[in-house]
């Protein structure tokens, strides 16, 4: 892919040819990475409501390679200091896929190490009541590929879409899993219970 096949496109604010120019040279920096990429576009935006407050900018990346996607999501408060920040981290993304690809082209199988499968007891609080409180969705997103990935898999497909977590059909279990990152290191594994017989 050429850097100059890049889309780029702007929400909420005036489309310049001078942060056009800038992406595209921050982005081409790391043009020998993106040889197998079948299409990038970059989305430049700005949120009215919070002018002039410390996360009004917003850049996202999106680049398709043969086997995954990538996406980078940065905030700030300087464009182009976050078009900085985007293309220094889609690099790192695109190289840890590339250090992947034997696996993503299933000549190497997926592992990941077991985690400590010792749970901590949750503790039933019920000192707190919320009868009043009527909960809302914020946002609802359809999984159109549910193919059965590997656990090692689905947490490189977790890292390089940059998410906390990430739902999948695991090909170890045939089941749909929850796939996160925990707070104090390492990564947690949810599925449904086997059914009693």
């Given at each position: 892919m050429n850097i100059k096949d890049i889309q780029i496109s702007?929400?909420?604010?005036?489309?310049?040819?001078?942060?056009?120019?800038y992406s595209k040279e921050k982005i081409g920096k790391y043009e020998h990475l993106?040889?197998?990429a079948t299409s990038m576009e970059v989305l430049l935006?700005?949120?009215?409501s919070s002018r002039g407050v410390k996360?009004?900018?917003?850049?996202?990346?999106?680049l398709v390679l043969p086997k995954s996607v990538v996406r980078v999501e940065v905030n700030g408060e300087n464009m182009y200091a976050i078009i900085?920040?985007?293309?220094?981290?889609l690099a790192r993304r695109i190289k840890r896929y590339?250090?992947?690809?034997?696996?993503?082209e299933g000549i190497t199988p997926w592992k990941v190490i077991e985690a400590d499968a010792n749970m901590d007891e949750i503790k039933d609080d019920t000192s707190e009541q919320y009868s009043d409180y009527t909960p809302t969705i914020a946002t609802r997103k359809k999984i159109d590929d549910m193919t059965p990935l590997e656990e090692g898999e689905a947490?490189?497909?977790?890292?390089?879409?940059?998410?906390?977590?990430?739902?999948?059909?695991?090909?170890?279990?045939?089941?749909?899993?929850?796939?996160?990152?925990?707070?104090k290191g390492g990564y947690g594994l949810v599925e449904p219970a086997d059914p009693e017989v």
């Amino acid at each position: 892919m050429n850097i100059k096949d890049i889309q780029i496109s702007f929400i909420g604010m005036e489309p310049t040819e001078a942060l056009k120019k800038y992406s595209k040279e921050k982005i081409g920096k790391y043009e020998h990475l993106l040889e197998e990429a079948t299409s990038m576009e970059v989305l430049l935006k700005q949120f009215k409501s919070s002018r002039g407050v410390k996360d009004d900018f917003r850049v996202n990346f999106n680049l398709v390679l043969p086997k995954s996607v990538v996406r980078v999501e940065v905030n700030g408060e300087n464009m182009y200091a976050i078009i900085d920040q985007a293309s220094d981290t889609l690099a790192r993304r695109i190289k840890r896929y590339q250090e992947k690809k034997s696996y993503w082209e299933g000549i190497t199988p997926w592992k990941v190490i077991e985690a400590d499968a010792n749970m901590d007891e949750i503790k039933d609080d019920t000192s707190e009541q919320y009868s009043d409180y009527t909960p809302t969705i914020a946002t609802r997103k359809k999984i159109d590929d549910m193919t059965p990935l590997e656990e090692g898999e689905a947490i490189e497909r977790m890292e390089l879409l940059g998410y906390d977590q990430y739902l999948f059909k695991n090909k170890a279990t045939g089941k749909i899993s929850m796939l996160y990152k925990r707070i104090k290191g390492g990564y947690g594994l949810v599925e449904p219970a086997d059914p009693e017989v």
